[in-house]
């Protein structure tokens, strides 16, 4: 079983330049999450979508982040403009079912610096 | 709001020694408890869960017990192998709440084990 890709798997913009990655969840898995990793930190969830819907976007920041997840499978998130505190490793996760135990599969990532 | 404390590394030890990584959670509801781990170039991974008190998780001589009267979740192997290099997360998820399966992450504890 193929597990969740992710591209590019690292990027180098200056800030206030736009960035966009992508996502595609393991085959079946209707949640979806993207993550923000900064250095040295645990991951801190950015947005949760179950299907093509947003279930929790509390900790995006919304002024700059977007994400979309058309169709149900694949997902985007763009930051525009990018700010040197963006620099990170963005994860993206998927599950099979939206329950409280259920085991969220994690993606490579995308390092993202902002120069 | 939910927390996660971890110890913080880097914990260095020897080959054929214990360790311990202490995990102690602030939450609301009644949590599931994880331990997820990222080997060195490679996404996180779950290595054992426990959703309810006293449930004990385990997997590949890993071991966590769910104590809710401490909310702790201190993971011990009692034999490492170089092998077992790596980050290690402690997490939550609360199942009760609406917004479904967010995980929370502590900052994460970097082992390093020598020959």
């Known amino acids: 079983e193929a597990g969740v890709a992710q591209s590019p798997r690292y990027k180098i913009i200056e800030k206030r330049q736009s960035v966009a990655f992508w996502c595609n969840p393991i085959s079946g898995h209707a949640t979806l999450y993207w993550y923000q990793q900064i250095l040295g930190q645990g991951p801190k969830l950015l947005i949760q979508f179950q299907n093509n819907g947003v279930v929790d976007d509390s900790q995006l920041p919304k002024d700059r982040f977007s994400a979309e997840r058309l169709k149900g499978v694949d997902s985007t998130l763009k930051i525009q403009p990018a700010k040197l505190e963006d620099s990170a490793v963005y994860l993206c996760a998927s599950s099979l079912v939206d329950r409280g135990a259920s085991e969220q599969y994690f993606g490579p990532g995308t390092r993202l610096t902002v120069t | 709001g939910n927390s996660v404390t971890q110890m913080e590394g880097p914990v260095t030890l020897s080959e054929e020694a214990f360790l311990t990584i202490n995990c102690t959670y602030t939450?609301?509801?009644?949590?599931?408890l994880f331990w997820y781990v990222q080997y060195p170039g490679e996404g996180l991974q779950l290595l054992l869960k426990a959703t309810k008190a006293d449930d004990k998780g385990s997997n590949k001589g890993f071991e966590a017990t769910y104590r809710k009267e401490t909310t702790s979740f201190h993971l011990e192997k009692g034999s490492v192998q170089v092998s077992d290099s790596a980050v290690y997360f402690c997490a939550l998820s609360d199942v009760i709440k609406a917004a479904g399966n967010k995980l929370t992450f502590g900052g994460g504890t970097r082992v390093l084990v020598k020959p």
């Open positions: 939450a609301t509801g009644y949590p599931s």
